[in-house]
C-alpha cells in the first residue's frame, strides 16, 4: 500500500521559516519524481516544486529563491524548506510522487498570517 505523509505544517508568521517532510511507503521512491503542491482556499491546486531522481529541481516562479526542494533516497523522504513566507503562501500542501502513476499525500496546512 502505497503512503505520503506529509509533516511539519502550522501557523507561522509572514516572514517566518517552516520545514514540511513527506515520508513515503510502497513505491521504489528511488525512480519517482516528487512534488509538492498547494492549495489555497477558493483555488485550484497548484505546483509548487518539483524534484526528478536525476537532475535539477523545478519551482513555480512566485518561490523562486524563498523555497528549496530536497530529498533523501536513503529515508524515502522529500522536503520543502520555505523561507521568507508569505500571507499568499497559504495552503494546504500536499506532496506528490510521479512515475506513470501518480499518488497524493492527504495535505498539511500552512497558515501564514500578516
Known amino acids: 500500500q502505497v503512503q505520503l505523509v506529509e509533516s511539519g505544517g502550522g501557523l507561522v508568521q509572514a516572514g517566518g521559516s517552516l520545514r514540511l517532510s513527506c515520508a513515503a511507503s510502497g513505491i521504489d521512491f528511488n525512480i519517482y519524481t516528487m512534488g509538492w503542491y498547494r492549495q489555497a482556499p477558493g483555488k485550484q491546486r497548484e505546483l509548487v516544486a518539483t524534484i526528478p531522481r536525476r537532475g535539477s529541481p523545478n519551482y513555480v516562479d512566485s518561490v523562486k529563491g524563498r523555497f528549496i526542494i530536497s530529498r533523501d533516497n536513503t529515508r524515502n523522504t522529500v522536503y520543502l524548506q520555505m523561507n521568507s513566507l508569505k500571507p499568499e503562501d497559504t495552503g494546504v500542501y500536499y506532496c506528490?510522487?510521479?512515475?506513470?502513476?501518480?499518488?497524493w499525500g492527504h495535505g498539511t496546512q500552512v497558515p501564514v498570517s500578516s
Open positions: 506528490n510522487a510521479q512515475f506513470f502513476t501518480i499518488y
